[in-house]
């Protein structure tokens, strides 16, 4: 009932579950997203210090990334920051991200 098999050359057998394995474990981290390359990239900014008449929107608008939404970029700096875009204080330092 039961069919009884040989392993004729144990160095091929060997090589096949090693790459199975291999394959089983990219997989894996692929379906589970270990593999993004987002937590390589570094996020860069600029210290800015407020003077007075300044606001977030000029800031983010000078400053920021040019291929984003102002809306973004100011909402990513109160979050950087701890802030919220009305709390700024002149000779205050703020980190600006420019990429």
Known sequence: MFRKYRI???FRFCTFLTLALILIIVATG???G???SAGIT?????EIKII??????NLARLYGPKDQ???RIVHRICMINNISAHEIQPNQNILIPIN
């Open 69 to 71: 939404d102002i809306r």
């Open 52 to 57: 007075a008449g300044d606001n977030l929107w």
């Open 34 to 36: 270990f593999n993004d």
């Open 30 to 32: 692929t379906v589970l």
């Open 42 to 46: 570094k996020e860069q900014y600029v």
């Open 8 to 10: 004729k050359s144990h």
